[in-house]
């Protein structure tokens, strides 16, 4: 019988700062470890990015670093970072989030612009020994142009996993690929590059329950939100120098009971973030109402909110990006995460007054509004009615929606007239208005959230106050006249 060795890759992946799913995760591995280790094998214990997420009030309150202490009481030893990491935290909180790391983070299409070099708290790859066996790890990001606006250089992975690839070959005996660039980049990859063993992927949240071959590489992911643990089992053949056998499977986290230590811990941390996010930040005059399918305060208020900080003519954002009302009285930052979680930012683009009023007579269609949403770090259900600001506008409901009039602060549209709005982000890569995507010059305004954007203009009573005046007008059939030319 050949001489083996054998090692367990246990990898998770898009845990989103599912905080109540961490202790049975700890359990799961601290177990197999134990188990696997007891016989003589070898483990190694990844992840492979959007281990956070801000909407959990543990991870706003410590910009992630409440996140990498759970990894180290897991006992994760490598990972990458996802673009919940790389893109929603500022460039200073980035640097900050795994000082205290007893991990080794991977991520070699990421640098700092102002130096062109990687950032000091990730390395490009890395060489684990075990033995005589030498498993190399690289580890690479979904390169989102964001990165540019916020300080970093990000790179085109393939090339670079080429030649990393083409680098290491001959002085290890595994290659992994930590990839956050989602299931079909990970196909795409294992068909053109020779080389690559596994890859244990994440961002699209595909559930692969024995993995998926792609010639020689093998493509592992669990899915989402903890709801998993991948193991991969690899049987080295010492004598042959190759990999004698490889299997994925998939643990059902549900199944461990949780780590108690782990559990205290969150709980206390959970209690420090409460005691930081429930400071009072405004007082309220008014309840803000939250509503998916028509006009409210609260919707006008955002897209009033979009535009100051953008310095537009117009403002617009759909209404389903609120969650929760905010009621009259004390408001707190937490309570703005409740209501606002997205890690979504503000943006400006210059649209003509066609574009524009194209833009606005999708919005109002029936199938746009109730349109269900997902991706693009949007964290609520549909579309919603558009909330707009800067304009006042008359439409007819009957048969198919269609805009009678728009006024742009006051003056009648100009179809020819350029206009500068404010807008969200997710429009831009969502793609779902594409005259938004016609427009020039556009701005993405980094790093601050929508909620952070509530939370600079909530304190102005006057901007408030006129939120609760009406743009969308609705008139009968009647009464319409005739639709704008």
Same mark, same amino acid.
């Given at each position: 019988?050949?001489?083996?060795?054998?090692?367990?890759?246990?990898?998770?992946?898009?845990?989103?700062?599912?905080?109540?799913?961490?202790?049975?995760?700890?359990?799961? /591995?601290?177990?197999?470890?134990?188990?696997? @280790?007891?016989?003589? @094998?070898?483990?190694?214990?990844?992840?492979?990015?959007?281990?956070?997420?801000?909407?959990?009030v543990?991870?706003?309150?410590?910009?992630?670093?409440?996140?990498?202490?759970?990894?180290?009481?897991?006992?994760?030893?490598?990972?990458?970072?996802?673009?919940?990491?790389?893109?929603? /935290?500022?460039?200073e909180?980035?640097?900050?989030?795994?000082?205290?790391a007893?991990?080794?983070?991977?991520?070699?299409?990421?640098?700092?612009?102002?130096s062109?070099?990687?950032?000091?708290?990730a390395?490009?790859?890395?060489?684990?020994?075990? #033995?005589?066996?030498? %498993?190399?790890?690289? #580890?690479m990001?979904i390169?989102?142009?964001?990165?540019?606006?916020?300080?970093?250089?990000?790179?085109?992975?393939?090339?670079?996993?080429?030649?990393?690839?083409?680098?290491?070959?001959?002085?290890?005996d595994?290659?992994?690929?930590?990839? =956050? !660039?989602?299931?079909?980049?990970?196909?795409?990859?294992?068909?053109?590059?020779?080389?690559?063993?596994?890859?244990?992927?994440?961002?699209?949240?595909?559930?692969?329950? =024995?993995?998926?071959?792609?010639?020689?590489?093998?493509?592992?992911?669990?899915?989402?939100? #903890?709801?998993?643990?991948?193991?991969?089992?690899?049987?080295?053949?010492?004598? #042959?120098?190759?990999?004698?056998?490889?299997?994925? +499977?998939?643990f059902?986290?549900?199944?461990?009971?949780?780590?108690?230590?782990?559990?205290?811990?969150?709980?206390?941390?959970?209690?420090?973030?409460?005691?930081? /996010?429930?400071q009072?930040?405004?007082e309220?005059e008014?309840?803000? =109402?939250?509503?998916?399918?028509?006009?409210?305060?609260f919707?006008?208020?955002?897209?009033?909110?979009?535009?100051?900080?953008?310095?537009? @003519?117009?403002?617009?954002?759909n209404?389903?990006?609120? !969650?929760?009302?905010?009621?009259?009285?004390?408001?707190?930052?937490?309570?703005?995460?409740?209501?606002?979680?997205?890690?979504?930012?503000?943006?400006?683009v210059?649209?003509t007054?066609?574009?524009?009023?194209?833009?606005?007579?999708?919005?109002?269609?029936?199938?746009?509004?109730?349109? @269900? !949403?997902?991706?693009?770090?949007?964290?609520?259900?549909?579309?919603?009615?558009?909330?707009?600001?800067?304009?006042?506008?008359?439409?007819?409901e009957?048969?198919?929606?269609?805009?009678?009039?728009?006024? %742009?602060?006051?003056?009648?549209?100009i179809?020819e007239?350029?206009?500068? %709005?404010?807008?969200?982000?997710?429009?831009?890569?969502?793609?779902?208005?594409?005259?938004? /995507?016609?427009?020039?010059?556009?701005?993405?305004?980094?790093? +601050?959230?929508?909620?952070?954007?509530?939370?600079?203009?909530?304190?102005?009573?006057t901007?408030?106050?006129?939120?609760? !005046?009406?743009?969308?007008?609705?008139?009968?059939?009647?009464?319409?006249?005739?639709?704008?030319?």
């Open positions: 019988m050949a001489d083996t060795w054998t090692l367990h890759l246990l990898h998770t992946n898009d845990l989103h700062s599912h905080f109540e799913k961490m202790p049975q995760i700890a359990t799961c /591995l601290k177990t197999s470890r134990q188990l696997w @280790e007891a016989q003589q @094998e070898h483990v190694l214990t990844v992840d492979i990015g959007d281990h956070m997420d801000r909407m959990d543990r991870s706003e309150a410590s910009f992630g670093k409440a996140n990498v202490q759970v990894m180290n009481r897991c006992g994760y030893q490598y990972a990458t970072i996802g673009n919940n990491e790389g893109i929603t /935290l500022p460039k909180k980035l640097d900050e989030m795994y000082e205290q007893d991990f080794t983070v991977i991520v070699g299409n990421l640098l700092d612009k102002a062109s070099a990687p950032p000091q708290w390395v490009p790859y890395a060489i684990h020994t075990l #033995g005589e066996l030498r %498993v190399a790890l690289l #580890g990001t390169p989102f142009s964001t990165y540019q606006s916020l300080g970093w250089e990000i790179l085109d992975p393939l090339p670079l996993i080429r030649e990393q690839v083409a680098a290491l070959r001959s002085s290890a595994i290659l992994i690929l930590l990839s =956050h !660039l989602g299931y079909q980049t990970d196909c795409r990859i294992a068909a053109e590059v020779e080389g690559l063993d596994v890859i244990l992927g994440g961002h699209t949240h595909h559930t692969l329950p =024995h993995g998926e071959r792609v010639g020689n590489t093998l493509i592992a992911q669990t899915g989402r939100f #903890g709801e998993h643990v991948g193991h991969i089992r690899l049987v080295w053949d010492r004598d #042959g120098k190759q990999i004698a056998d490889v299997s994925a +499977e998939l059902d986290t549900a199944s461990y009971a949780p780590d108690e230590a782990l559990r205290v811990f969150l709980q206390k941390e959970k209690a420090a973030a409460d005691a930081s /996010l429930f009072p930040i405004a309220l008014q309840d803000l =109402h939250v509503n998916w399918t028509e006009e409210t305060p919707g006008s208020f955002l897209a009033a909110s979009i535009r100051r900080w953008t310095k537009a @003519e117009v403002g617009i954002a209404g389903g990006l609120l !969650l929760s009302d905010l009621h009259q009285g004390r408001l707190t930052f937490a309570q703005l995460l409740e209501s606002v979680p997205h890690p979504i930012n503000a943006c400006a210059t649209l007054g066609e574009q524009l009023a194209s833009v606005l007579e999708q919005a109002i269609q029936p199938q746009i509004v109730h349109r @269900e !949403l997902r991706g693009c770090g949007f964290r609520g259900k549909i579309e919603g009615w558009m909330a707009v600001d800067g304009l006042r506008i008359r439409y007819e009957s048969g198919q929606p269609h805009i009678l009039a728009i006024e %742009v602060n006051g003056q009648p549209l179809r007239r350029e206009y500068r %709005v404010g807008t969200v982000d997710m429009f831009i890569y969502n793609r779902l208005f594409p005259d938004l /995507l016609q427009g020039r010059e556009i701005e993405f305004f980094h790093p +601050e959230m929508l909620r952070e954007v509530i939370a600079s203009t909530i304190t102005d009573r901007l408030v106050q006129s939120a609760f !005046l009406p743009r969308w007008e609705k008139v009968s059939p009647e009464s319409s006249g005739h639709a704008i030319e």
